[in-house]
């Protein structure tokens, strides 16, 4: 496969020679599998004190004659307190089973849980290979992106490592024909649900990913594009799909390409 190196300026540099990942087969089922591998490992584990319900002292004997006996007292074997006593006659409540009042979960969620899918490491690195030629498929990229009439996979010279600023960048996706995507993935609505008390009111849509090999300064200029950039050893599947849905729009650089 062929590739079109643009310049700063949007303009065909020249054609080099696409890395032969770019020919692997696409699996959708390994992408998805690959992606609920990776996402399981941001998982918080949830479960309550392991001392909850279980802090008051609720063992009585059943002995005959011994002192605080339940023992001939017509009473149900339920764990039980003392609330007050009466001379040798006691007031018990029920407490710690889960059938009482503030007892204990029946089963609750334990904190030795595994919530880590595991994905065999060559499994993974096929996944990553597939979503690379997704990312060069133009049947799966426009379903998901605008392209307009920009042929990809997009290639940019190293000197896109230098822009600072947002204008420059703006600039350069019109010169490439990425103006309409630039828009949709600006947009922004308001999440439906209790997530707009917890810190994350709005959803925004995927937007264009760029593989360099220095981000430093590419990555100021491109966040308030909603434009995300990673350097090439930071390469995952989370990255290169939309949540496991193979086809999200890459522009590489001549220094990523020529590292994968």
Same mark, same amino acid.
């Given at each position: 496969?062929?590739?079109?190196?643009?310049?700063?300026?949007?303009?065909?540099?020249?054609?080099?020679?696409?890395?032969?990942?770019?020919?692997?087969?696409?699996?959708?089922?390994?992408?998805?599998?690959?992606?609920?591998?990776?996402?399981?490992?941001?998982?918080?584990?949830?479960?309550?004190?392991?001392?909850?319900?279980?802090?008051?002292?609720?063992?009585?004997?059943?002995?005959?004659?011994?002192?605080?006996?339940?023992?001939?007292?017509?009473?149900?074997?339920?764990?039980?307190?003392?609330?007050?006593?009466?001379?040798?006659?006691?007031?018990?409540?029920?407490?710690?089973?889960?059938?009482?009042?503030?007892? *204990?979960?029946?089963?609750?969620?334990?904190?030795?849980?595994? @919530?880590?899918?595991?994905? !065999? $490491?060559?499994?993974? +690195?096929? %996944?990553?290979?597939?979503?690379?030629?997704?990312?060069?498929?133009?049947?799966?990229?426009?379903?998901?992106?605008?392209?307009?009439?920009?042929?990809?996979?997009?290639?940019?010279?190293?000197?896109?490592?230098?822009?600072?600023?947002?204008?420059?960048?703006?600039?350069?996706?019109?010169?490439?024909?990425?103006?309409?995507?630039?828009?949709?993935?600006?947009?922004?609505?308001?999440?439906?649900?209790?997530?707009?008390? *917890?810190?994350?009111?709005?959803?925004?849509?995927?937007?264009? @990913?760029?593989?360099?090999? !220095? $981000?430093?300064?590419? +990555?100021? %200029?491109?966040?308030?594009?909603?434009?995300?950039?990673?350097?090439?050893?930071?390469?995952?599947?989370?990255?290169?799909?939309?949540?496991?849905?193979?086809?999200?729009?890459?522009?590489?650089?001549?220094?990523?390409?020529?590292?994968?």
């Amino acid at each position: 496969m062929k590739g079109k190196v643009y310049s700063i300026d949007g303009n065909v540099k020249k054609e080099i020679d696409l890395p032969v990942v770019f020919d692997h087969s696409v699996n959708k089922d390994l992408i998805m599998k690959a992606f609920l591998a990776e996402q399981s490992k941001e998982f918080q584990l949830k479960y309550p004190n392991l001392m909850a319900g279980k802090r008051k002292v609720v063992f009585l004997t059943k002995q005959r004659r011994s002192y605080r006996t339940v023992y001939g007292r017509g009473m149900t074997r339920t764990p039980k307190k003392i609330t007050y006593r009466l001379g040798e006659q006691f007031v018990y409540v029920g407490a710690f089973a889960p059938n009482t009042v503030g007892g *204990r979960e029946a089963h609750p969620p334990t904190p030795n849980k595994v @919530l880590v899918k595991k994905i !065999n $490491k060559k499994e993974r +690195e096929a %996944a990553i290979k597939s979503a690379i030629s997704a990312s060069a498929k133009v049947e799966l990229v426009s379903k998901l992106h605008k392209l307009g009439n920009v042929p990809i996979p997009i290639i940019l010279e190293d000197k896109v490592n230098e822009i600072k600023k947002t204008k420059d960048i703006l600039s350069l996706f019109d010169e490439l024909g990425l103006s309409q995507e630039i828009e949709r993935s600006k947009s922004k609505r308001i999440r439906a649900g209790k997530g707009k008390m *917890r810190g994350r009111r709005y959803k925004r849509k995927v937007g264009i @990913l760029i593989v360099t090999t !220095n $981000k430093t300064n590419l +990555e100021k %200029a491109a966040r308030n594009l909603n434009v995300e950039v990673i350097n090439s050893d930071e390469l995952s599947v989370k990255t290169l799909s939309h949540a496991g849905l193979p086809g999200r729009l890459v522009i590489w650089t001549e220094g990523a390409l020529s590292k994968i």
